[in-house]
Nanobody, 119 residues
Framework: QVQLVESGGGLVQAGGSLRLSCAAPGSIFSAYSMGWYRQAPGNQRELVAIVTSGGTTNYADFAKGRFLISRDNAKNTVYLQMNSLKPEDTAVYYC?????????????WGQGTQVTVSS
């Protein structure tokens, strides 16, 4: 079982910043696309940002210009820097590791970390 360990969530005022971290096993990290998703109460889980194994990034529209995803392959860790936070960013944030190879799809999730933005 692949374990992804998230940290960095918490309570912050609107306009503030948080940095989320997700540590993955070294055996998979470099070959996987790493992403952050979020789920607010009553909502479906949605993509926040993703960084491929080659370093290409993609962001949800709400994250563009405010959030930055990065990966440190030496530390097997992916980060999500979140700036200018808004109350609507309140959600549980989940780390994801994904890879498709030879038709087989591999997908792993972290346990989630709560982000609460107060107004």
């Amino acid at each position: 079982q692949v374990q992804l360990v998230e940290s960095g969530g918490g309570l912050v005022q609107a306009g503030g910043s948080l940095r989320l971290s997700c540590a993955a096993p070294g055996s998979i990290f470099s070959a996987y696309s790493m992403g952050w998703y979020r789920q607010a109460p009553g909502n479906q889980r949605e993509l926040v940002a993703i960084v491929t194994s080659g370093g290409t990034t993609n962001y949800a529209d709400f994250a563009k210009g405010r959030f930055l995803i990065s990966r440190d392959n030496a530390k097997n860790t992916v980060y999500l820097q979140m700036n200018s936070l808004k109350p609507e960013d309140t959600a549980v944030y989940y780390c994801n590791a994904e890879r498709t190879i030879l038709g087989a799809h591999f997908n792993y999730w972290g346990q989630g970390t709560q982000v609460t933005v107060s107004s």
